[in-house]
Nanobody
Framework: QVQFVESGGGLVQPGGSLVLSCTTS????????MAWYRQAPGKQRDLVAR???????DYADSVKGRFTVSRDNAKNTVYLQMNSLKPEDTAVYYC????????WGQGTQVTVSS
């Protein structure tokens, strides 16, 4: 069964940085693009960044130039380096395939506040 385990969230001041990690089962990781999504309270879950198997990346306009997504195929792990964080980045962050499979992990909370 597919599983996603996200980690690395926390409380950070505006302008700070965090690195999120997500480990998943190999079957999903090897056949799909992987992506990070986020969901703020009262809002829908949106795609933030994605990385294809061959390394090409794509970002939502709101995070371009601040976030970097990468993957380690040997470890079935995808990362999200987040710099210059803003209060509006506050959300629960999830990883999944792109397009997503039905199963979601618990996510990791990112709170940007002074």
């Amino acid at each position: 069964q597919v599983q996603f385990v996200e980690s690395g969230g926390g409380l950070v001041q505006p302008g700070g940085s965090l690195v999120l990690s997500c480990t998943t089962s190999g079957s999903v990781f090897t056949i799909r693009a992987m992506a990070w999504y986020r969901q703020a309270p009262g809002k829908q879950r949106d795609l933030v960044a994605r990385v294809f198997r061959w390394g090409t990346t794509d970002y939502a306009d709101s995070v371009k130039g601040r976030f970097t997504v990468s993957r380690d195929n040997a470890k079935n792990t995808v990362y999200l380096q987040m710099n210059s964080l803003k209060p509006e980045d506050t959300a629960v962050y999830y990883c999944n395939a792109d397009p997503p499979v039905l199963v979601w992990g618990q996510g990791t909370q990112v709170t940007v506040s002074s």
